[in-house]
T-cell receptor
């Protein structure tokens, strides 16, 4: 079956540093990937849509200069949290639809970011 | 805009008892419908999905869900709950076509007592 892999699964960083999270589709090509954020005891909220070869589209209220998304290939999207602060501590999950699109999204394992 | 409502924030059931988790959606057409489960600190696991056809959908771990168009509902059921079912459950919807993201409900936390 389709697999989406995220790395790292956990990361702890100091305030002011940048952190990169990778999302890979392992056995299919993904022209689109979605990045979600989940705060403790809350639901998943869509942050942005990553499009291969073009700029990402961000949801309202998400700072595009803070959450840099790069989708440089058909199997890899990266989310970089720049100048991280404690309020950025969250669970970040990526997902990708299989092409041809069947409506089902495959989710990565998630990356837990803790900013000290 | 499409939305998903899970009216129950927290449900507690006894082990062996039956379970029903409610989900209602608001959308102009019938979207794709999903139920996911998330254990603490873990990612999401797909329990089942509905795209079309038979409105009673069977999933993994003994779960099933029934799509009721007239009620815009997609409730999740399990006839006999096991202690390992304790987790957070999310209902989600997606548009019928295109590369569209899922919209999630706020989740229902299930606790199982002996």
């Amino acid at each position: 079956g389709a697999v989406v892999s995220q790395h790292p699964s956990r990361v702890i960083c100091k305030s002011g540093t940048s952190v990169k999270i990778e999302c890979r589709s392992l056995d299919f090509q993904a022209t689109t990937m979605f990045w979600y954020r989940q705060f403790p005891k809350q639901s998943l909220m869509l942050m942005a849509t990553s499009n291969e070869g073009s700029k990402a589209t961000y949801e309202q209220g998400v700072e595009k200069d803070k959450f840099l998304i790069n989708h440089a290939s058909l199997t890899l999207s990266t989310l970089t949290v720049t100048s991280a602060h404690p309020e950025d501590s969250s669970f970040y999950i990526c997902s990708a639809p299989r092409f041809p699109n069947t409506g089902e999204l495959f989710f990565g394992e998630g990356s837990r970011l803790t900013v000290l | 805009a499409q939305s998903v409502t899970q009216p129950d924030i927290h449900i507690t059931v006894s082990e062996g008892a039956s379970l029903e988790l409610r989900c209602n959606y608001s959308y102009g057409a019938t979207p794709y419908l999903f139920w996911y489960v998330q254990s603490p600190g873990q990612g999401l696991q797909l329990l089942l999905k509905y795209f079309s056809g038979d409105t009673l959908v069977q999933g993994i771990k003994g779960f099933e869900a029934e799509f009721k168009r007239s009620q815009s509902s997609f409730n999740l059921r399990k006839p006999s709950v096991h202690w390992s079912d304790a987790a957070e459950y999310f209902c989600a919807v997606a548009l019928l076509s295109g590369n569209t993201p899922l919209v999630f409900g706020k989740g229902t936390r299930l606790s199982v007592i002996a």
